[in-house]
């Protein structure tokens, strides 16, 4: 009888702990930026950095470039329950934008345009 409560014990917590895993990584998934570049030039560069963090990190476009009219989904599936975060996107003159505190938790769309 003992080790059948132990046994249903240790089924449950492993349940609990195996329902709290799938959350986060269902989390995760949802984690994404939708990056729309409505302006004349290119983007070589795209980064998206954890608010906390006090330096960029790597450039999320990687070997590729987003065009002018273009669009793309940048994933932001980094392992954190993090969800707000600090985009930067630069052009082929060098040029940036930024933009700080971006909640990307449930998506997020960043629509640049010449103006910005």
């Known amino acids: 009888m003992k080790n059948r409560k132990i ?3 240790a ?12 959350m986060l990584v269902q989390a995760d ?5 939708r990056l729309v570049n409505n302006t004349d030039q ?5 980064y998206a950095s954890p608010q906390s963090s006090r330096s960029w990190r790597s450039d999320r476009l990687g070997s590729s470039v987003l ?9 932001i599936n980094d ?4 969800c707000v975060y ?7 003159d060098e040029q940036y934008i930024t933009r700080y505190g971006v909640n990307v938790c449930d998506g997020f769309k960043w629509i640049l345009r010449e103006d910005d």
Do not use: P, W
């Open 67 to 75: 065009l002018e009219n273009y669009n793309i989904r940048i994933d």
């Open 86 to 92: 600090d985009l930067k996107a630069v052009f082929e």
């Open 11 to 22: 089924s449950i917590i492993t349940l609990i702990i195996g329902s709290f895993y799938a």
């Open 29 to 33: 998934e949802l984690k994404f930026i």
């Open 7 to 9: 046994a249903a014990f």
């Open 42 to 46: 290119a983007i070589f560069f795209f």
């Open 79 to 82: 392992g954190t329950n993090q």
